[in-house]
């Protein structure tokens, strides 16, 4: 399992942009698919976005296609989340997650074995 460390969120005004990260000193980070999950008070948890182990694949939720950016940088052992034109609605707890596969093919909670601390992003004016 993959020691995961997310920063980067913080308070915006709608219609900003954050840049998320998630980190790693793991020598085995390019081996695993990253993604992205995010938390509302109430809601449950749902993946927002995924990049393969190979950075060759991407995929994103309906609700924030057009807006959300995810990348990685084999050398730093990061992987980017670029969140644009951020609505109140975007507002939760941002985690990444880690899934020893070569594909984004699942948004299933259980399927990731890695998991970070969270980082919190608010949306308000």
């Known amino acids: 399992q993959l020691q995961l460390v997310e920063s980067g969120g913080g308070l915006v005004q709608p219609g900003g942009s954050l840049r998320l990260s998630c980190t790693t000193s793991?020598?085995?980070?390019?081996?695993?698919?990253i993604a992205w999950f995010r938390q509302a008070p109430g809601k449950e948890r749902e993946g927002v976005s995924c990049?393969?182990?190979?950075?060759?694949?991407?995929n994103y939720a309906d609700s924030v296609k057009g807006r959300f950016t995810i990348s990685r940088d084999g050398a730093k052992r990061t992987v980017y989340l670029q969140i644009d034109s951020l609505k109140p609605e975007d507002t939760a707890i941002y985690y990444c997650?880690?899934?020893?596969?070569?594909?984004?093919?699942?948004?299933?909670?259980?399927?990731?074995?890695?998991w970070g601390q969270g980082t919190q992003v608010t949306v308000s004016s």
């Open positions: 793991d020598l085995f980070f390019n081996y695993y698919n």
């Open positions: 990049i393969s182990s190979s950075g060759g694949q991407t």
């Open positions: 997650a880690a899934r020893l596969s070569t594909l984004c093919d699942t948004w299933n909670v259980g399927a990731f074995g890695s």
